[in-house]
């Protein structure tokens, strides 16, 4: 297992599930995996996720049957073509295959070139001043965003119906380019997007380079804090289920949101002229312009909509096997009827300042978390000197399996059990939202079957006073 | 009366000065007279205050990553006190303030809705103890809070209504979370919000208030099935209570009346003149809607009579050969002790005992009864001291 995050603690427990012996190499050392690796007889390594060298060496070292890499700067990186230089079964696509990510711009031009449904008109910038003049001077509402993937952050959206506000909004979103465009490395710095709206869900893909199986779908609560409200983080809390979707997705649009996801992905291997293998997330909205629309792609799982998942999917590390090995055509994920509800923990500072929400202690009582019947995976946390240490992103994730209200509220009894001398905050609301969401997609569904009625899914219904200049 | 607004972004980037003007532009149904605004920018709040509408505000050179808003009678707010800017909607004495800048968590029985912004960024809302006055959060995408009297102000910027604040509860929000603490309350919603105060777009304790209204005038068609031709709403509030009025009779119903310029609540307004020009600007009778007709004219309550009276006799000269006045809520017969404009009992028609219909010159003047305003609210925990009901204090 590469990588170090709650995540990886869900998937590496899915492995332990299946038999595994699972040794880790990851940068600090997460409580979570640390107790994975010993009840399985391997080990947690420290090192960098991202060098090719130290994956190598660990490699060699351990001689592992199958390589599961969680996070995505790994796969920017081109771990996952190393693992295959070495001969070892690999779940994450190689460095090219995860353009899908990593690359925002590579995305919406290859979902244009292979007219895949559910596809946001866009422009692209390598230069912030015509960026600037570009979102001063487009009518409607957008969303800028950096060019590349950056975890999660630098969004802005901007709701624009409201024309004697549009200066203000703008110049505001333009003299924060040059922050959202700073960490992106490449020629092209911005992507500007329309803005659309409803109901958010992830359908996650799993791939063996041939066959394709799709894991229950999840929502993620995207807003910092309560009531959703707050900046952008990567993610306060997820839910998944019942059975294989969410009360707000119709079958219809589950099948629709397959199709997009699936066809991406056969798309992906076209242009990067390799198999895909490992997981892909449709980052999906229920949208008034297209019904399923794509908002970003994954080239792993999210997070935290993992920890919602993998638990209710009981033959999870099993599938892993089977997707390493070419195998996934007979492969049935088991999905547990039941939902699942995740609430994740961060630090006071979280997501504004890393170094407000570093270093400090935390304590809990497993146990009694584990007596309740909720499971901890643990995030951005080291165990350091017998000591819970923050790491300054997100720190424990805990998931309940049961009705979406009985589940939220099991968790915070959870919550109470993890003390600390600094604050810690998390959204109660993580389970509460459904009969707003189910609002947003009676709405959004009542638009879109009538623009398919008469042909005009995916085309913009407001009129803009001087013209649709994407 | 009035409307308050307080914005707060995540970043020192946004200017919500506009933002703010734009908030309190739709809060202004609420109260007129004054309005101010003040913005935090670094340590220090610039404000800018004006008698006069909304329009009248000067937003240009003022700057400022959050803030607080008031439109109302009072031309105090925002009142800055030590490290806080403060607007409220409702009643507070000095100490009451003072107290509430220098601890918001203090328990006590406020009488009003409150938001204060401090020095050192950090924005603080309440609602009164009894949830007298409106409050509601919103958000604007990821880079804002914004929280309102009304939904109305959210949606003017482009915003999202997350939720109404419960009463007794007091928001604490800064840059690190946003935290709830719900002290002690008692659930009273003022019954005039639903019935004239609130626009028709919101929604208050999970009530909508167009439905309300709609409601109240059902109910009065069940109360007083008058034999009548024609039934006429006053603008706005009495319009769909007239609706409802005569989807239950099945009386049509015709608009009768154009309004000039913007709107002026009269019922806000001191001056007896200013009452007068105000309600004549707010209402032209369009004669072909009464011309020879029964005339039933619904309106949502009636205070001094004065704009009633006038409204009546414009309906006469327009040709009507009858007119019953019927109010969507029951009579008003004493002052409001928690800031809503109804005046003390001597000063409110009703004082006049059994002359009323004479001295308004209708045919007829019927109130809807409190059981049915209860029922049309649909929720029993309401304030309606003003109506002779029970108060906040009463259990």
């Known amino acids: 297992m590469v990588g170090e995050g709650a995540r990886e603690h869900a998937i590496a427990e899915a492995l332990a599930g299946a038999e595994d012996r699972v040794y880790v190499l990851a940068s600090y050392r997460n409580p979570g995996l640390a107790n994975v690796a010993e009840h399985t007889g391997g080990q947690l390594i420290l090192g960098s996720i991202t060098s090719q060298s130290k994956v190598k060496e660990i490699l060699r070292g351990t001689n592992p049957d199958i390589v599961v890499i969680g996070p995505e700067d790994p796969l920017f990186s081109g771990v996952s073509n190393t693992v295959k230089e070495e001969g070892i079964p690999v779940i994450g696509p190689s460095q090219r295959c995860a353009m899908i990510e990593g690359s925002k711009v590579w995305m919406r031009e290859l979902m244009w070139k292979y007219k895949i449904p559910g596809r946001l008109r866009y422009r692209k910038f390598d230069s912030l001043s015509e960026a600037a003049s570009f979102v001063r001077t487009i009518q409607g509402s957008i969303v800028v965003k950096p060019a590349e993937q950056v975890g999660g952050k630098g969004v802005k959206v901007i709701t624009d119906l409201q024309a004697y506000l549009s200066d203000d909004k703008k110049t505001s979103v333009s003299s924060s380019l040059e922050e959202v465009s700073s960490v992106v490395k490449g020629k092209e710095k911005i992507l500007v997007e329309e803005k659309v709206e409803g109901p958010e869900y992830t359908l996650h893909a799993l791939s063996d380079g041939s066959s394709t199986i799709f894991l229950p779908l999840a929502q993620d609560y995207k807003h910092a804090f309560d009531y959703g409200v707050g900046p952008e983080t990567g993610g306060m809390g997820s839910i998944s289920g019942p059975n294989d979707g969410l009360p707000f997705i119709d079958s219809s649009e589950l099948e629709a949101s397959k199709e997009i996801v699936k066809s991406s992905l056969r798309s992906v291997e076209l242009e990067a002229h390799e198999r895909y293998v490992g997981f892909m997330g449709g980052q999906m909205m229920l949208t008034p312009i297209w019904g399923p629309t794509v908002i970003e792609f994954y080239s792993r799982m999210g997070d935290p909509e993992t920890a919602a998942i993998v638990p209710r999917v009981h033959n999870f590390g099993d599938l892993l096997h089977l997707a390493a090995f070419g195998s996934l055509g007979k492969a049935k994920p088991e999905i547990s009827q039941l939902p699942t509800v995740v609430k994740v923990l961060a630090p006071r500072g979280y997501p504004i300042s890393r170094a407000m929400s570093t270093g400090h202690k935390i304590e809990l009582d497993l146990r009694a978390i584990q007596e309740i019947g909720c499971r901890v995976y643990f995030g951005s946390i080291s165990l350091e000197g017998g000591q819970l240490i923050t790491q300054g992103s997100r720190t424990l994730e805990i998931v309940a399996e049961g009705d979406f209200v009985d589940a939220s509220m099991r968790i915070e009894r959870c919550i109470s059990m993890v003390k600390s001398d600094y604050p810690l905050f998390h959204r109660s609301d993580v389970g509460l939202t459904i009969p707003e969401q189910e609002r947003l997609a009676t709405i959004s569904r009542r638009i879109y079957k009538f623009k398919s009625s008469n042909g005009t899914l995916g085309s913009l219904s407001e009129f803009i006073p001087q013209g649709d200049n994407w | ?395």
């Not at chain 2, 604007?140 to 910027?157: H, K, L, Q, R, T």
């Not at chain 2, 004669?287 to 949502?300: C, H, M, P, Q, T």
């Open chain 2, 1 to 395: 009366m009035s409307g308050i607004v307080g914005f707060f972004a995540f970043s020192d980037r946004w200017n919500v000065a506009r933002f703010t003007y734009y908030g309190l532009l739709a809060l202004q149904h609420r109260g007129r007279g004054a309005v101010g605004i003040s913005l935090l920018e670094g340590r220090r709040f610039s404000s800018s205050k004006k008698t006069g509408d909304v329009e009248d505000l000067r937003t240009d050179g003022l700057r400022g990553w959050a803030s607080v808003g008031y439109v109302g009678k009072s031309d105090e707010f925002p009142l800055i006190i030590k490290n806080s800017s403060i607007v409220i909607d409702g009643i507070a004495d000095r100490p009451s303030l003072e107290s509430l800048a220098e601890d918001p968590l203090i328990l006590n029985k406020r009488k009003f809705a409150f938001i204060s912004l401090n020095k050192e960024g950090k924005l603080v809302v309440g609602r009164d103890y009894w949830g007298l006055k409106p409050l509601y959060l919103g958000a604007f995408g990821f880079d804002m809070v914004v929280v309102s009297s009304e939904p109305s102000a959210i949606w003017a910027v482009g915003g999202e209504l997350r939720r109404e604040i419960q009463p007794g509860e007091v928001l604490e929000i800064d840059r690190w979370g946003l935290r709830s603490n719900v002290l002690e309350s008692r659930r009273r919603v003022c019954s005039l919000e639903f019935v004239y105060l609130s626009r028709l777009d919101s929604t208050l304790s999970n009530a909508s208030i167009y439905k309300t209204r709609l409601k109240l005038g059902e109910l009065l068609a069940m109360e007083y099935p008058l034999a009548a031709d024609v039934v006429v709403g006053v603008p706005e509030t009495g319009v769909p209570m007239a609706l409802g009025y005569s989807r239950v009779s099945g009386i049509p119903m015709e608009l009768g009346f154009v309004r000039t310029g913007s709107h002026v609540r009269t019922m806000g307004l001191e001056d007896q003149f200013m009452r007068l020009v105000g309600a004549q600007l707010k209402l032209n009778p369009i004669r072909e809607a009464f011309d020879g007709k029964k005339v039933i004219l619904v309106d949502d309550s009636m205070v001094t009579g004065n704009t009633l009276r006038n409204t009546v006799q414009w309906v006469r000269r327009s040709g009507a050969t009858e007119v019953h006045v019927l109010l969507g809520s029951p009579p008003l017969i004493r002052g409001c002790p928690y800031g809503m404009d109804v005046p003390d009992s001597n000063k409110l028609i009703t004082s006049e005992g059994e002359h009323i219909e004479r001295i308004v010159g209708a045919n007829s003047i019927h109130w809807l009864s409190m059981k049915a305003m209860y029922e049309a609210i649909g929720n029993s925990d309401l304030c309606t001291f003003c109506m002779g009901g029970r108060g906040g204090e009463e259990p």
